[in-house]
């Protein structure tokens, strides 16, 4: 009867998990950029042959490869990329990967992420415009012209993000490995003037929501239920 209580407890374990994992998916359904989290169980088998026991595992994060609904903003410091790439910046944590693409010209021209990170070049530069010049024309490859003068480019990387990654502020990641950046690829480009908004469906995340938490229940009542017959078994054993 033990064992039933662990397997049960494993099952809520991973349940919150996916829990927290929805939540911050609906939460963040409007953030541009945003890519929603999803989690992969296995099995954990302890023991061998007829006396071996399978557990849930805490579960592994993994980022949803989906692209979200490109907006039309009208902005010519507002991009979002056209197929599998990300943008980088640079930050107090050093270079994050996004797909949010709502940068802005600072007073000594460097092109900045809405948090006001430097956003880098296919080199892992800064980008570096000039402030006379106004907001640049973007090429379907990222290159940026001022004035018919190439002044730029905004860098587009490849990234793998992998299990168990860990997010910067509300739509970045920070990459494991060095992203290598795009060259040469016809399926990945810039779009001036839009912006890339959630993948996440909130429909289909509060209907995830509404099974797990009917299967958090149902765990709930059987570890009681276990409990009831662990007291019930002592019972009519501490009575013979």
Known sequence: MRDSLYVALSSQIALE??????????????????????????????????????????????????HGALSETGNPFDFAIQGDAWFAIDTPVGTVMTRDGRFSMNENGELMSIEGHPVLDAGGSPIQLDPRNGPPKAGADGSLRQNDQLVGSIGVYNFDPGENFVRYGNSGIVPARTPEPVTDRSDIGVAQGFLEESNVNPVLEITRLIMVQRAFENTAALMRQTDSSTDEAIKTLGSK
């Open 17 to 66: 998990r996916r829990l927290d994992t929805i939540a911050d998916n609906v939460a963040n359904a409007s953030t541009i950029g945003f890519r929603a989290t999803g989690v992969k169980f296995e099995d954990v088998v302890s023991g061998t042959g007829p006396k071996s026991v399978s557990f849930a595992s805490s579960g592994k994060t993994y980022l949803s490869g989906a």
